[in-house]
């Protein structure tokens, strides 16, 4: 055995030696094996989720959430506890905690409590340590009224921009209308109390909330859930904030290369593995390439609706360093990008990138091109449901208050979604194309 094992040893060593006098390439130099992977800034990583995930819910143990306890018509809130542990069980397992101004985690079966208006005993709201307590790597949900103490939630905004969105993880807002008869407190600039009954009318319910944080496709399948197991036809609104704006990723594994394509051609040389990638080389350096592709927006469910003539576009070149790593490349402003609607299908739009090889792509290397497409500021809008559940945070009389809306919610909603759109950067298109020029 010891003899076999010499022999091979010195059959291993002369192999190399022959290749490496032989000036002969190692197997995993050839560009043909050599795994193609994205800029590390690029939009997003491609994240693997599992089948099953932890889920906790953090829920909002307030004074001012006893009200959805106490009326037995239209009450989904009762019901709620048993609902959200029968899916979080049926996703992986579920952990209770209740919060004001701590979080304290929940044994057995404790959470059943919250259906029963003496839980509710806290008398600060600290949504901001729910966020802190939260595992990005679970499916967090926050049970709550939106009430902050001390109105700071652009503090809680800030939290999911650095643990959620800046990560590629997403957060969504169910918001669901329910009979109420209690108290709310801190209304307007004299923190006010008012006194509100719903009493049985659909017209007087009052929200309370889910917050979900986590991978979007697992709040994607929690509302699937959710929307399935509805008894009690109660008027329901979601918001979902990712960085994904359809239902199906607007990059090559499904934008189509449409008639007009110039100077360029279908390249498979390098065998790239990953389909948001798609390789084409050149014709001839010093004539203007043209790529047009066609997209179909079919926004994902909940994302906020887009102002299509307020979209921006972007491109960034890449050339590949002797040491693996991709290197941002002086474009001088010359790639050029045009958004269109296309005479297809009303659904269905045009991107064309154009660009001159000489200017935009290094010779004799391998080169990357990014394209986005993505709304502005004033082309990524709140859906109309925040604003018809708004109320001002005023002084009002108590006959004039009304309970059927949630004070601050527009703020609220806009502070999430911008903080979404400056860390995830939502966008339609992706486009990502090699160049290999060696």
Same mark, same amino acid.
């Given at each position: ?166 990560? &590629? !993880?997403?957060? /969504? *807002?169910?918001?669901?209308?329910? @009979?109420?008869? $209690? ?6 600039? =004299? ?118 003539? &307020? !979209?921006?576009? /972007? *491109?960034?070149?890449?050339?590949? @360093?002797?040491? $693996? ?6 474009? =001088? ?106």
């Amino acid at each position: 055995m010891e003899k076999h094992t010499k022999q091979c040893g010195r059959f291993l060593l002369a192999f190399f030696l022959c290749l490496f006098l032989g000036g002969c390439a190692l197997p995993w130099e050839n560009s043909q094996e050599m795994p193609i992977t994205m800029p590390t800034d690029m939009a997003r990583a491609e994240m693997e989720t599992p089948a099953a995930i932890p889920v906790d819910v953090y829920w909002d143990a307030t004074v001012s959430m006893q009200g959805y306890t106490t009326l037995a018509a239209g009450n989904v809130y009762r019901t709620l506890p048993d609902l959200l542990g029968d899916i979080g069980d049926s996703m992986g397992n579920v952990q209770f905690f209740r919060f004001g101004a701590e979080v304290m985690p929940l044994g057995g079966r404790e959470y059943r409590k919250f259906s029963d208006a003496s839980t509710y005993t806290e008398l600060i709201t600290a949504v901001h340590n729910a966020v802190d307590t939260a595992d990005p790597n679970h499916l967090s949900v926050i049970v709550t009224d939106l009430f902050e103490s001390d109105s700071d939630w652009s503090n809680v905004t800030k939290k999911l921009k650095d643990k959620y969105f800046a990560h &590629h !993880l997403s957060v /969504a *807002v169910i918001g669901i209308k329910n @009979s109420f008869h $209690g108290d709310i407190f801190d209304v307007g600039l =004299n923190a006010q109390k008012y006194f509100y009954n719903s009493n049985d009318d659909p017209a007087r319910f009052r929200p309370f909330y889910l917050i979900l944080m986590g991978p979007e496709k697992k709040i994607l399948e929690f509302i699937d859930l959710w929307k399935e197991r509805q008894t009690i036809p109660n008027e329901t609104q979601y918001l979902l904030l990712t960085e994904n704006l359809t239902e199906g990723a607007n990059d090559f594994t499904q934008l189509v290369v449409s008639e007009g394509i110039q100077n360029l051609y279908s390249n498979e040389s390098l065998g790239i593995r990953d389909k948001r990638i798609k390789e084409f080389g050149i014709n001839d350096q010093s004539a203007p390439a043209v790529l047009p592709v066609r997209f179909d927006y079919q926004p994902l469910f909940g994302t906020c609706p887009l102002d299509m003539d &307020h !979209l921006k576009t /972007a *491109v960034q070149a890449f050339s590949l @360093s002797e040491n $693996g790593e991709w290197e941002p490349l002086d474009t =001088n402003d010359d790639p050029k990008v045009e958004v269109s609607r296309s005479s297809d299908a009303p659904d269905s739009w045009n991107v064309t990138l154009t660009f001159q090889p000489e200017q935009t792509i290094k010779p004799d290397a391998m080169n990357f091109i990014h394209v986005s497409v993505f709304p502005d500021a004033k082309g990524y809008r709140l859906p109309d449901w925040v604003r018809a559940w708004n109320m001002p945070n005023v002084d009002v009389a108590p006959d004039q208050f009304d309970g059927s809306k949630t004070v601050n919610l527009l703020h609220v909603m806009e502070s999430l979604k911008s903080t979404a759109l400056a860390a995830s950067h939502p966008a339609l298109v992706n486009m990502n194309i090699i160049i290999d020029e060696r």
